[in-house]
């Protein structure tokens, strides 16, 4: 007997265009329960372009997205985004809210009560590693890396099915990056949640991800982990991406 696959996500035939310019292009992509899924490719292949299809941020012109399956409209997509976590490239911290008012602002609008959101913000602290005598802070008087994790914070506050984040470690410094990067990769496994993640940085994905996902011009060219892509690459392009990113040599090795 056949064992169904749980998906948190399926986009068919998804193509979204600006200015006749195929952003995505005719994208099919299944995205597994509990799956962390790395989006990864050079500039303006479509990747950051995908996730906000994901998230609802905007509409395929053709081709559909379904989330949990149920296909994103116009009419659920706010109540949908509420099962998301979303993070953004830059962190997109209000800068006139302190940390603590940054990270519950959702749920004060949703209504929750001062002892839940308390409850929960001592739990994501103990889970980002976030001082709490820093939440009080402005986004300005933080770190680079504290930033992120409160954007982290932000989108774990309604303990969503989801996390999808676009190149969140992209403006920081290697050092803090490779932190950061520890520290992700122990919350994902620690949380179990389905995770989508856009960076540029192939040692990153390698890392972080169970799924690559290559793409090239709006198109996915391969998918898989990265021994896969290196050694029965899909295409020459494959082999060029793979070739351009330094250290390519050292990810083969540490990623058995």
Known sequence: MAIETSFIFELTDVSKRYEGHAAIDGVDLCIGQGQVVVLIGPSGCGKSTLLRLMVGLITPDSGCVLFEQEPLSLENVRSQRHRMGYVIQD????PHLTARQNITLLARHLSWDDSRIHERIETLAELTSFP????????????GGQRQRVSLMRALMLDPDVLLLDEPLGALDPMIRSQLQDDLREIFSRLGKTVVLVTHDLAEAAYLADTIVLLHEGRIVQQGDLPSLIESPANDFVTK????????????????
């Open 132 to 143: 709490l005598a820093a939440l009080d802070r402005y986004p300005l008087e933080m770190s």
């Open 241 to 256: 991406f793979i070739n351009a990113q330094r250290g390519a040599s050292i990810l083969q090795g540490g990623a058995s």
């Open 91 to 94: 962190g997109g911290l209000f």
